[in-house]
């Protein structure tokens, strides 16, 4: 289930086996027969972690969805809550536990926070009088979730908002442990580098917790050779723009949630001949997205009017090697066929799926809106007429689109200008209220808390010296053949991929004017190896470089950074971590008041 | 996918990278489906699965999955030993050398079964262990050795037991605060803060808090975690964040679902101190919503509520325009737009393009007849040739192009129309006219 995770430049599944082991562990704690009642957010996150089999060996007879009132009778030792530390949860298992029939033999009660336990949600609980039911309450740590072969997530929703909003920095401490946990697993990374108050913050934490385990000294050789922390706010024009690459605009488009897409039924009916008139799904069609299909790590990355081709190839290919069976003529030959069939068919139902997906996406990016959409944020990016009140956005909010897609523009358009003139910016907010409803004076306050929307104070705008010097913006990008990271934004440079990019060459000394400009300070630390630990890197081998986001990446930022990975002269292949995969819709979303209201 | 605008066509056309075109032909996803055809074509016998593919439920799910497992487990009450999932965990032998590992090994010397320590949230001094927790009592051990801020931060964070309680002075208990601080531990910060808080008289632990920064974020963040609302205001006050008071208190009425109750509220809001520009819009919703319950008063007529909104020109004519369209009320989607200059002349005027306007009307179902005399407004030639002939205005279309002198795009067009109709006729007649100067 998880081979592809090791197929990276860093075997990711040491991180899995870890995660599973600690998992095992716990479940012996509770010895006998058990029921799993899950907090049903959970399931996702740890889907990639374990199977249902691995929790069946553990005697884990019985799985419920944690809801309010009586747990479903099972004939059960134990009861498991696996759960978020949240509050309202305690008050569902409160009553979970209270509602237990008196009748039946008692069954053992246990909790195992994810990811981590709160004195906060143990206090509800004892208020509640049943903190003293339960025999274990336990935590399990589940920082940074392997994704796939180069990537790890938290995915934790609201670390942004935490961080930058409400100035909450527990989410930080989490990321350094997390990254504690991955040293401890990959050796000590000897160089970290940074940009942003939130990186000097991790930075200081880990070099910290490591004083405080100065006595076991770590004995691994490092995998990594460099960390680079990244603060999301150093970068808070990429995720809104809209993504171009394949996985980005699935991710735009239909949202991917823990590997996961739903997408509309209609075009995956599969029709076998004699079954033409069955009934057409109407429930979403799932699908698994990651490296362990072949055709899909082929494709994710590559701007998506590169996908088409590439299909198409492919499904030459395909059909070349079905055609193969007419040449078999011995047995030998027939036989050696049929043991590709399963592999040839996988292919051909991948190849089928992705051309419907591939289908489905180009209906909404030849659409005139999608097309306008663009036009508009290029201009944004590339400067064109950022100081007046847009009229493209004028329009989009007297038709009353959806909030959130105003909201991405405005931003932008106030990020590629330094700030709106006050007057401007005094416009779209009279303009939003009216429309989508005043209660969003308090999300419009939030976003300016953030810096995503500001008011001018000074006439300098310094975004096109930024983009100038760091050439955030190129003209000819190639997306059939790229030579550059700018074709997974159509010609705009992910500006925190060229922060990166410029840091493994020529080095960040060279771009100390554009740094000072970016928010919060640049650090480079170093971090002492035992001798004996050295790496002795042989000619030509790669740096090894983990990228951590703090506060959320994207799709096409990822796929820029894999890009750099393959460049045949770079010098550097790149992990990435992050504490949220996110676009810019769940981005503004989560820095929203009340988002369920009139979103869409 | 790429900024294109009039002046770039050239560029598209010479271009070798193709952009998102809007034609019907495309050549990749015309072959894409093709080939997808074509392997459709191909009969494979689906049925007989492998074991090396994975089985994936119709939602997806891989069969097995933890999600696709809890519907299941906990819809069939089938005894265990009857359950078979299928066996699809079929991981290729690992490398070994991870196996060994556990996160909490790395980090704990042994690890240690849970000792509860919320138990020294009560008030009584006398230090609990929960009893019905079984664990060893050799592991109880180095428990009462050392009391410093030091050790007792570090065992609420390993999650052993602890006592806070021998903190009595302030002096200690900032000791305290500051060393929780110090580990960016907020879970062990949060449990400090509550003993403070309890334990503290609220202006001393105002005080205190306004020089930490970080244990004031936490506080604050504590409060609002359980709903403590006056205190946060208390707070907000105290710290001089008036602001943010003011808008804290204001998100309150999202809470309350009864409009009369919710207009006394925002009523009681309007003193705040809100920032100048947040205090017109909330003094706004709090009009609207006033006027919205007495909605057939006499106040609430389009021209007055646009005043008093300060609404402006063009977001008034979209609204009215979408507003009366959707009526089918195309008079007064007329006055919506006729001025009268001073000869008492009536022209029609738009605050915006006239071919946004066809565009509304288009999509609510406009007669021909209502649709063509918008066309013909719209000043850009090539916009409006567009729009008609999308529309099949052929009058217009044949017009602008008399007018545009293009002989040629005339006798193109003329193919279009239906032979020896009105349209037919007067493009006949226009091509043989030879007073017009064609350009070509």
Redesign the interface.
């Given at each position: 289930m998880a081979a592809h995770l090791s197929y990276g430049r860093v075997n990711l599944n040491i991180l899995r086996e870890a995660a599973r082991k600690e998992l095992r562990e716990f479940l012996d704690k509770c010895a006998g027969s058990k029921a799993i009642v899950w907090d049903e957010y959970l399931t996702g996150p740890f889907g990639l972690i374990a199977q249902y089999s691995l929790l069946k060996e553990h005697e884990v007879e019985k799985m419920f969805t944690l809801k309010a009132g009586r747990v479903p009778s099972a004939d059960v030792k134990n009861i498991i809550f696996f759960v978020r530390p949240r509050l309202e949860l305690m008050d569902i298992i409160a009553e979970n536990v209270m509602s237990e029939d008196k009748l039946q033999p008692p069954r053992e009660f246990h909790i195992l926070f994810v990811p981590r336990r709160s004195l906060l949600c143990e206090q509800r609980l004892k208020e509640q009088g049943v903190l003293n039911s339960f025999t274990n309450i336990d935590e399990y740590i589940l920082d940074l979730i392997p994704y796939d072969g180069d990537l790890l997530s938290m995915e934790s929703e609201s670390a942004f908002r935490e961080c930058y909003l409400e100035n909450d920095q527990t989410s930080l401490y989490h990321t350094a442990k997390g990254l504690m946990t991955l040293q401890a697993l990959y050796g000590t990374i000897p160089q970290i580098f940074g940009k942003g108050e939130c990186a000097r913050h991790v930075a200081n934490m880990m070099l910290r917790m490591k004083r405080e385990f100065a006595g076991s000294q770590n004995q691994i050789l490092p995998v990594f050779d460099t960390l680079l922390l990244l603060d999301r706010n150093v970068d808070l024009l990429t995720p809104l723009a809209t993504q171009l690459t394949y996985e980005g605009l699935i991710d735009e488009i239909y949202g991917i949630t823990n590997g996961y897409v739903k997408l509309p039924p209609e075009k995956f009916a599969q029709k076998k001949p004699g079954e033409g008139g069955k009934d057409l799904p109407t429930e979403p069609k799932k699908l698994q997205l990651n490296s362990a299909e072949e055709l899909y790590a082929e494709i994710r990355d590559k701007n998506f009017n590169a996908v088409g081709a590439a299909l198409s190839k492919k499904a030459k290919i395909i059909s070349a090697a079905f055609e193969e069976r007419h040449n078999a003529k011995t047995v030998g030959e027939i036989k050696q066929f049929v043991s590709q069939l399963p592999h040839m068919q996988a292919a051909r139902n991948s190849l089928a799926n992705h051309t419907s997906i591939a289908e489905l996406i180009k209906d909404i990016t030849t659409s005139e809106d999608f097309f306008e959409n663009l036009t508009v944020e290029q201009e944004f990016m590339t400067g064109v007429d950022t100081d007046k009140v847009n009229t493209y956005i004028e329009d989009s909010i007297a038709q009353k689109d959806p909030l959130i897609k105003i909201l991405r523009l405005v931003c932008m358009q106030s990020v590629c200008n330094n700030g709106l003139k006050q007057k401007v910016l005094d416009h779209y907010k009279r303009e939003i209220l009216q429309t989508y409803g005043y209660e969003h004076l308090l999300t419009l306050n939030n976003l300016e808390k953030v810096g995503l929307l500001k008011p001018q104070l000074t006439t300098r705008n310094n975004y096109p010296t930024i983009r100038k010097t760091l050439k955030l913006w190129m003209e000819d990008a190639n997306e059939q053949n790229p030579n550059d990271i700018s074709y997974v934004y159509s010609g705009y440079a992910p500006l925190s991929v060229r922060l990166t990019q410029l840091l493994a060459r020529p080095g960040w000394r060279s771009i100390e004017e554009v740094l000072k400009m970016l928010p919060g300070p640049h650090f480079e630390e170093r971090q002492q190896l035992p001798t004996g630990l050295h790496k002795k890197r042989q000619q030509g081998e790669n740096r090894t470089t983990l990228v951590f986001f703090l506060g959320g990446v994207t799709y096409a930022e990822i796929a820029a950074l894999r890009f750099l990975s393959q460049m045949e002269d770079g010098g550097t292949e790149y992990v990435i971590a992050t504490t949220k995969l996110l676009n810019g819709t769940s981005w503004i979303k989560s820095l929203m008041d009340r988002p369920e209201a009139q979103i869409l | 996918?790429?900024?294109?605008k009039p002046e770039d066509d050239e560029y598209w056309n010479s271009s070798k990278?193709?952009?998102?075109?809007?034609d019907d032909e495309?050549d990749?996803?015309t072959?894409?489906?093709e080939?997808?055809r074509?392997?459709?074509s191909?009969?494979?016998d689906?049925d007989d699965d492998?074991d090396?593919?994975?089985k994936?439920s119709?939602?997806?799910?891989?069969i097995?999955?933890?999600?696709?497992?809890?519907k299941e487990?906990?819809s069939s009450f089938r005894s265990?030993g009857e359950q078979s999932?299928p066996?699809?965990?079929?991981?290729?032998s690992?490398?070994k050398?991870?196996?060994g590992?556990?996160?909490?090994s790395?980090?704990k010397a042994k690890?240690k079964?849970?000792q509860?320590?919320?138990e020294s949230?009560t008030d009584t001094s006398t230090r609990a262990y929960?009893p019905?927790?079984?664990k060893p009592k050799s592991e109880c051990k180095d428990y009462m050795s050392d009391w410093s801020p030091e050790e007792t931060v570090r065992r609420?964070r390993k999650?052993r037991a602890y006592s806070l309680e021998r903190f009595h002075s302030l002096q200690d208990k900032l000791l305290l605060l500051d060393e929780a601080v110090s580990l960016?531990?907020?879970?062990?910060i949060?449990?400090v803060l509550?003993y403070l808080k309890r334990s503290l008289s609220k202006e001393i632990l105002f005080r205190e808090l306004m020089v930490r920064e970080?244990a004031l974020?936490?506080y604050?963040?504590?409060l609002k975690?359980?709903g403590e609302q006056k205190l946060l205001v208390e707070l907000m006050k105290a710290l001089g964040r008036t602001e943010d008071m003011a808008?804290m208190q204001?998100?309150e009425?999202?809470n309350i679902k009864d409009e009369g109750r919710r207009r006394d509220f925002l009523k009681s809001c309007l003193s705040l101190p809100f920032s100048q520009?947040?205090a017109m819009?909330?003094q706004?919703?709090y009009t609207?919503l006033e006027r919205q319950i007495i909605i057939e008063g006499t106040f609430s007529s389009p021209a007055n509520i646009r005043k008093t909104?300060?609404?402006?020109e063009?977001?008034y004519i979209?609204?009215a325009l979408?507003a009366r369209a959707k009526l089918k009320s195309w008079f007064d989607v007329d006055s919506l737009f006729n001025t009268k200059n001073w000869l008492g002349y009536t022209k029609k005027r738009s605050p915006?393009g006239f071919h946004?306007v066809v565009d509304i009307l288009q999509k609510n179902n406009a007669p021909a007849q209502v649709l063509q005399e918008y066309v013909n407004l719209i000043d850009d030639p090539e916009l409006r040739l567009s729009l008609a002939q999308k529309y099949k205005c052929h009058d217009i279309v044949i017009d602008t192009y008399k007018d545009l002198k293009d002989r040629q795009q005339l006798i193109v067009y003329q193919g279009k129309v239906e032979r020896g109709s009105h349209e037919d006729r007067k493009i006949e007649e226009l091509i043989n006219n030879m007073q017009i100067r064609w350009k070509n």
């Open positions: - | 996918m790429s900024r294109a990278f193709s952009a998102f075109t809007f495309d990749e996803f072959k894409m489906k080939s997808k074509a392997v459709n191909i009969l494979v689906d492998d090396d593919v994975e994936v119709w939602s997806g799910e891989p097995g999955s933890i999600s696709w497992s809890v487990t906990a265990s999932f066996k699809i965990d079929t991981a290729p690992l490398p050398q991870g196996s590992y556990s996160l909490s790395l980090f690890s079964p849970f509860s320590f919320s949230f929960a019905e927790l079984r609420m999650g960016h531990d907020g879970n062990v949060t449990a509550i970080v974020r936490h604050v963040h504590y975690e359980m808008l204001y998100k009425h999202l520009d947040d819009h909330v706004d919703h609207l909104f300060r609404i402006s063009k977001q979209l609204t979408g915006i946004r």
